[in-house]
Nanobody
Framework: QVQLVESGGGLVQAGASLRLSCAAS????????MGWFRQAPGKEREFVAL????????SYADSVKGRFAISRDIVKKTVYLQMNSLKPDDTANYYC?????????????????WGQGTQVTVSS
């Protein structure tokens, strides 16, 4: 099992920045991929970014490329999502997720563990 706890959400104006954190505990040595997803009211949960635990590979949704950056600190067992140039469309509940699978995937169904989420609200 892997436990995930997100933090760092908040209310900001368009153009501002936020950094989300996801602290992992449990079987982190077996975790291969960490991802960030988001879900806006009335919409399905969607992929935002992922990173392999080794840090060797990252991937981003087209909607956030060039604005968001994912990183991880192995010692702190924490994954970060730096969000810059935020837009009102980025407003959502942001979830951290982890999987033991070694094949890179953006499908929510293939992530085994989820945090409770942290709300990000961007005002215009």
């Amino acid at each position: 099992q892997v436990q995930l706890v997100e933090s760092g959400g908040g209310l900001v104006q368009a153009g501002a920045s936020l950094r989300l954190s996801c602290a992992a505990s449990g079987r982190t040595s077996s975790t291969y991929i960490m991802g960030w997803f988001r879900q806006a009211p009335g919409k399905e949960r969607e992929f935002v970014a992922l990173i392999t635990w080794s840090g060797a590979y990252t991937s981003y949704a087209d909607s956030v490329k060039g604005r968001f950056a994912i990183s991880r600190d192995i010692v702190k067992k924490t994954v970060y999502l730096q969000m810059n140039s935020l837009k009102p469309d980025d407003t959502a509940n942001y979830y951290c997720a982890a999987t033991f699978r070694t094949r890179v995937t953006v499908a929510t169904s293939e992530y085994d563990f989820w945090g409770q989420g942290t709300q990000v609200t961007v005002s215009s």
